[in-house]
């Protein structure tokens, strides 16, 4: 069993920045990537970014590829996002999930989320 706690949103105008973390805890031996997610009121959940953890090879969705930077911290099982330029329709709630090697298809433990709200 693995555990997922984020921590890092807020309020921000637009144009400023924030920094995500995401600390997983348990049976997090066969991780096999970490990524974020987030839900706008009204919208289906959406990709943003994962890292592989093997390798730390990094995929965006388009919305935020120059403006977000997914990482690994030093502290174990850690991931991070960093946000910088935000924009309005980039507010919602921030989720990590975590897929494990034995079903790499799907993210199997979910955080709780963080919400990020950006103001005009």
């Known amino acids: 069993q693995v555990q997922l706690v984020e921590s890092g949103g807020g309020l921000v105008q637009a144009g400023g920045s924030l920094k995500l973390s995401c600390a997983a805890s348990?049976?997090?031996?066969?991780?096999?990537?970490m990524g974020w997610f987030r839900q706008a009121p009204g919208l289906e959940r959406e990709f943003v970014a994962d890292i592989r953890w093997g390798t730390g090879i990094t995929y965006y969705a388009d919305s935020v590829k120059g403006r977000f930077t997914i990482s690994r911290g030093n502290v174990k099982n850690t991931v991070y996002l960093q946000m910088n330029s935000l924009k309005p329709e980039d507010t919602a709630i921030y989720s990590c999930?975590?897929?494990?090697?034995?079903?790499?298809?799907?993210?199997?433990?979910w955080g709780q989320g963080t919400q990020v709200t950006v103001s005009s």
């Open positions: 348990g049976r997090t031996f066969s991780i096999y990537s």
């Open positions: 999930a975590l897929r494990d090697t034995r079903n790499i298809a799907r993210y199997t433990y």
